[in-house]
């Protein structure tokens, strides 16, 4: 154990008391197995005038007397980024952040470029030592019913098996809310491209979103929703064009390109596609008529589009640069796997072939099938990067007789997607996204 620690101390067995002239109080209490069965960790809520004190526990059957302890600075967070580091064996960043009344916020940890970290999230009401959300993962966000200031504490997730100092960068991402009520489309909300907003919806409910693409070439669009908080909002969401008082039921078909229901993370819906230009609406739905209200977030996307280079084959990939959407295509002349070359952090990823128009009659668009391969893999020959070989393979999961996966990168570093028209015999073009969840 290193002579001063912060939040928490790797101890077993602990026999802690309070050091003499500090009170177990709202301003400073224990608290027990945060980090497991066999550790113990110091509230985030040090008193001013406890900056530094002793304690006296047993670890391993030994007593350790007196031990130093030294309070973690808290670091106040507004919308501008902060750098932070995390000792391994027992590191801790603590933060605060005032939220508005009835606002919306997440508070995100960016892992340096290189770092092992595993972010580990706890979220806390001012003065209670119980966390509201524990998180692993890079991100917790909440709608704050008043106006109150929360302690968020980042340590480790893999405490005390990794070892070294993490560089990483805490910020907090504010989200405007819908303008209900806009349950059609006269009343749609405007969608800012790049930018989450917070919405609320509930069973037999409708919320209506507007863009406009300019110009008079179509547009690669990206809409997603995702959880806001602790509760999911299990949503679908569809293309509706501006022609029309109303989106008729048929436009929500399952089996409509425009469409989409559980492609995002958990219960939320991810959509892709070329778009005419011109004015378009967003509907979201909830999955079921009964369910009950729950908050999400919505964003709109425009990604640039990455168009094959051919041969295109895994000696000789086309790279497809994070954010971008690649558009690839199989005929009679080129069956051929297509290989894709994408550079991803450690976490999860959705990967997904689409058609390229959506509508509900889909003409002339491709029969994929889908995997995922290691550099070393991908490198070594095309037998040891395909469908057949890889344990990462799918193949109509997707829309329609599309492909989508989720796969966790377990290393940050270069990773190979084949995309393959089945037995080599559908010819068309296809979409392919890679999205970080």
């Not at 001013?48 to 130093?68: I, K």
């Not at 580990?120 to 966390?131: F, L, Q, S």
């Not at 340590?155 to 993490?166: E, I, K, P, Q, R």
């Not at 959509?271 to 209200?293: F, Q, Y």
Request: net charge negative; with cysteine.
């Amino acid at each position: 154990m290193p002579a001063t620690s912060g939040f928490p101390l790797p101890v077993s067995n602990a026999a802690i008391t309070a050091p003499a002239g500090i009170a177990l109080s709202g301003t400073f209490t224990w608290l027990s197995s945060v980090q497991g069965s066999s550790a113990f960790a110091i509230s985030p809520f040090f008193a001013a005038s406890s900056a530094a004190f002793t304690v006296t526990y047993n670890e391993g059957g030994t007593d350790v007397v007196n031990q130093p302890i030294v309070a973690t600075p808290v670091v106040a967070l507004t919308t501008a980024p902060a750098a932070g580091t995390l000792d391994s064996n027992g590191g801790v960043a603590i933060y605060t952040y005032a939220a508005a009344a009835g606002s919306a916020f997440a508070f995100n940890v960016t892992p340096a470029q290189g770092s092992s970290l595993t972010p580990k999230i706890r979220a806390y009401n001012a003065g209670v030592d119980t966390p509201i959300a524990t998180i692993n993962g890079t991100t917790w966000s909440t709608r704050s019913v008043a106006a109150a200031t929360y302690t968020i504490v980042v340590t480790d997730a893999n405490y005390a098996v990794a070892s070294g100092t993490f560089g990483f960068t805490a910020s907090v991402t504010t989200f405007s809310p819908e303008v209900e009520p806009n349950n059609d489309k006269t009343a749609a909300t405007a969608l800012t491209a790049g930018a989450s907003m917070v919405a609320a919806i509930a069973g037999g409910e409708k919320d209506f979103y507007t863009f406009t693409l300019a110009g008079t070439e179509p547009r690669f669009v990206r809409v997603r929703t995702s959880q806001l908080g602790t509760t999911a909002a299990d949503t679908k969401i569809y293309f509706c064009t501006d022609a029309g008082a109303t989106c008729v039921s048929g436009e929500s078909r399952t089996n409509n390109s425009g469409f989409d229901d559980n492609s995002g993370v958990g219960s939320s819906s991810l959509l892709s596609a070329l778009l005419p230009a011109g004015k378009w609406h967003v509907v979201v739905e909830p999955s079921s008529s009964s369910a009950v209200a729950a908050d999400y977030l919505i964003r709109l996307d425009y990604p640039t589009a990455t168009i094959e280079v051919e041969p295109n084959l895994p000696a000789s990939p086309t790279v497809l640069p994070a954010g971008n959407v690649g558009y690839g295509a199989f005929s009679a002349a080129d069956a051929s796997s297509d290989s894709w070359k994408v550079t991803l952090a450690r976490g999860d990823y959705f990967f997904q072939t689409r058609p390229l128009i959506a509508s509900d009659t889909v003409l002339g668009n491709a029969d994929t099938q889908m995997w995922i391969c290691t550099e070393d893999s991908a490198l070594a020959s095309s037998s040891t990067c395909n469908w057949a070989s890889s344990p990462y393979y799918d193949d109509d999961s997707g829309p329609y007789s599309y492909s989508e996966l989720t796969y966790t990168v377990p290393t940050a570093g270069v990773y190979y997607v084949g995309v393959q028209s089945y037995n080599g015999i559908s010819y068309g073009n296809y979409l392919l996204t890679v999205d970080r969840q």
